[in-house]
């Protein structure tokens, strides 16, 4: 029997996928942690199989509870299960000792799956995150508009068109603040001053 420690902020994910795994005759979810802190103390309380790990968490995140559980327990088999594919989000994880690292969109089935393989010490990631480790072992550099997430490409897309902060707020439906953020995000992954070295970068690489 594979036992399995899930850490997931998010309740309904949570309750979702340890009910599927649950299913499985060769699976059993022993405890659920709600934050990176819960993982680590859970996890290393009760040494379970596979601990699956969302990345972004309150209180410490996937990578940071990845890390400090590898430290105090090195043999610790460890799946990231998240919604991102930002390299920001995706090389701190696999620095960590993460040995696999899906997305939530997986199909269940697969996500089984990767657990068996995960517990054997084989890595199952996403293709995208292959390409990723690919593209780094061989020294080709991403474009920097690559790091952009999918939102932070259509806030680039509405500062192209001369869109004020709360005229994208207003277009997209997200608050004022988020909009500030991602415009900030999006001057730091493409490492420009302002928003108009932002916009001129948006049409030097037909990204408008």
Request: hydrophobic residues 45%; negative net charge.
């Amino acid at each position: 029997m594979i036992r399995i420690v899930h850490a997931d902020d998010h309740e309904m994910v949570r309750i979702g996928i340890s009910a599927y795994l649950n299913a499985q005759p060769d699976m059993e979810v022993i405890a659920e942690a709600i934050n990176g802190k819960e993982a680590v103390e859970v996890a290393l309380a009760l040494r379970p199989d596979v601990i699956i790990m969302d990345n972004v968490m309150p209180v410490m995140t996937g990578p940071e509870a990845a890390e400090q559980i590898i430290q105090a327990w090195p043999e610790a088999k460890i799946m990231m299960l998240t919604s991102f594919l930002d390299d920001d989000k995706v090389y701190p994880a696999l620095e960590a000792g993460a040995v696999s690292y899906l997305l939530k969109t997986t199909n269940a089935k697969h996500i089984a799956e990767a657990i068996r393989k995960t517990v054997t010490g084989e890595s199952v990631l996403e293709p995208e995150v292959t390409t990723k480790m690919m593209k780094r072992m061989r020294g080709i550099e991403q474009p920097l508009h690559e790091q952009l997430t999918e939102r932070e490409r259509e806030v680039l897309s509405l500062l192209a068109d001369g869109k004020t902060n709360q005229d994208i707020a207003d277009e997209l439906f997200i608050a004022l603040k988020t909009v500030k953020t991602h415009v900030s995000n999006i001057l730091a992954k493409l490492d420009v001053q302002d928003r108009t070295q932002a916009v001129v970068y948006a049409f030097q690489h037909k990204l408008k």
